[in-house]
């Protein structure tokens, strides 16, 4: 299914470059039991016909990794009005599979295939648009296809990671490359970007979205979210797909916490228009009414300083929680993965100079066509 993919336009706009992508649409089924084994070595990939077929490539960790998670990999099948859509998704538990939500989008049935070339019918329990994460319970899985876990902590840059998805149809194939970035923000289908994302350089392409990134153990350190071009692909990071997995699978949603301020980084243009002595930190350029932010935070008017319009007289955020914040990034990571709503946290800022504690209660981010929203630097 296409609806809900980000474009390359958001992403551009966002990080700079990366084609995005998510499921692919097929107006056929893709080819019974197809496989894709690892490279032999040399580059080339060995096909296979089933997950019985042995790899080639004896002795390599990505053969090692590849025959330890694959059987706990499938293809998720969603039949729609434009025809049939594909992702990738893994198993997470006893019942259920981890995909991408604007793989299944709003489709309450679907169906796995795993690498034993078998259907099973499964049911949409839960998604969240603004993780772009979903869960899809399977009545049965097969014997060897055991649960993959998140690991909590962050990666490291250039550590080794596996991908394996079926892009474009091909079923259960591997990519490897290393952790090229981490505390990205992404495109969600929501419109607001999705924090603590991984960066890698992994081939990711249509397909294998809701698939997981996995470290040389077989530990799960994302789950794909968009990729396509330029080596640049991104992944939902394990700990915050940590946080909202279980919630899907208890509640079917998961509750983010909401501010309700939206905020620029502070350049050295913006720095000098409000005499700040470094560009460090978040400008508030606006809060939604009603929101916890509104009557909080005071927001910025707007002056030309250089030929440019720049945001003056606004608070300047530089903590929150006791913790540095230097970026947008930061901000939205410690929200994402530290607070919930009803929490009330401490927010330093900078107001005419003066260093500020300012307590805000969280409260549950509103739904993505809410028109108060400022969607886009919101966190």
């Keep these: 299914m296409s609806e809900g993919r980000p474009s390359r336009r958001q992403v551009l706009g966002l990080v700079g470059s990366v084609l995005a992508a998510g499921c692919s649409d097929l107006s056929t089924e893709p080819t019974d039991g197809a496989t894709a084994e690892p490279t032999d070595g040399e580059g080339a990939t060995q096909p296979t016909v089933n997950s019985s077929a042995r790899a080639t490539a004896e002795g390599s960790v990505y053969t090692d990794v590849y025959r330890q998670v694959a059987p706990s990999i499938g293809q998720v099948l969603v039949d729609g009005d434009r025809g049939q859509g594909q992702g990738t998704g893994f198993v997470v538990d006893g019942r259920h599979v981890v995909t991408n939500h604007h793989v299944v989008a709003d489709s309450g049935e679907v169906r796995v295939r795993f690498a034993d070339g078998n259907q099973r019918s499964g049911t949409v329990v839960g998604t969240d648009v603004y993780s772009d994460l979903a869960v899809v319970r399977v009545e049965s899985r097969p014997e060897d296809a055991t649960p993959l876990s998140f690991v909590e902590r962050q990666p490291t840059i250039g550590q080794e990671v596996v991908a394996i998805g079926n892009p474009y149809g091909l079923a259960g194939t591997v990519s490897a490359g290393i952790i090229s970035g981490v505390n990205r923000l992404i495109p969600s289908p929501a419109g607001v970007p999705i924090p603590d994302a991984i960066q890698t350089d992994?081939?990711?392409?249509?397909?294998?979205?809701?698939?997981?990134?996995?470290?040389?153990?077989?530990?799960?350190?994302?789950?794909?979210?968009?990729?396509?071009?330029?080596?640049?692909?991104?992944?939902?990071?394990?700990?915050?797909?940590?946080?909202?997995?279980?919630?899907?699978?208890?509640?079917?949603?998961?509750?983010?916490?909401?501010?309700?301020?939206?905020?620029?980084?502070?350049?050295?243009?913006?720095?000098?228009?409000?005499?700040?002595?470094?560009?460090?930190?978040?400008?508030?350029?606006?809060?939604?009414?009603?929101?916890?932010?509104?009557?909080?935070?005071?927001?910025?008017?707007?002056?030309?300083?250089?030929?440019?319009?720049?945001?003056?007289?606004?608070?300047?955020?530089?903590?929150?929680?006791?913790?540095?914040?230097?970026?947008?990034?930061?901000?939205?990571?410690?929200?994402?993965?530290?607070?919930?709503?009803?929490?009330?946290?401490?927010?330093?800022?900078?107001?005419?100079?003066?260093?500020?504690?300012?307590?805000?209660?969280?409260?549950?981010?509103?739904?993505?066509?809410?028109?108060?929203?400022?969607?886009?630097?919101?966190?």
Excluded: K, M
């Design 202 to 379: 992994a081939a990711v392409n249509p397909g294998n979205s809701g698939g997981p990134l996995v470290d040389l153990d077989g530990n799960v350190l994302g789950v794909v979210n968009s990729g396509g071009g330029d080596n640049i692909a991104f992944a939902i990071s394990a700990p915050l797909a940590g946080r909202v997995v279980p919630a899907l699978i208890e509640d079917g949603e998961h509750r983010h916490s909401y501010v309700g301020v939206g905020t620029a980084e502070v350049t050295p243009t913006i720095a000098r228009a409000n005499d700040l002595g470094e560009s460090r930190g978040l400008i508030v350029v606006r809060t939604v009414e009603g929101s916890p932010a509104d009557g909080v935070f005071r927001p910025s008017d707007t002056e030309t300083v250089d030929s440019q319009q720049v945001p003056v007289g606004g608070d300047v955020i530089r903590g929150i929680g006791g913790e540095t914040v230097r970026t947008l990034e930061e901000f939205a990571s410690y929200l994402a993965l530290r607070t919930s709503p009803g929490q009330t946290v401490t927010v330093t800022v900078l107001r005419d100079g003066e260093r500020r504690e300012l307590e805000v209660t969280l409260t549950d981010r509103p739904a993505p066509d809410a028109s108060d929203s400022p969607y886009g630097s919101d966190p």
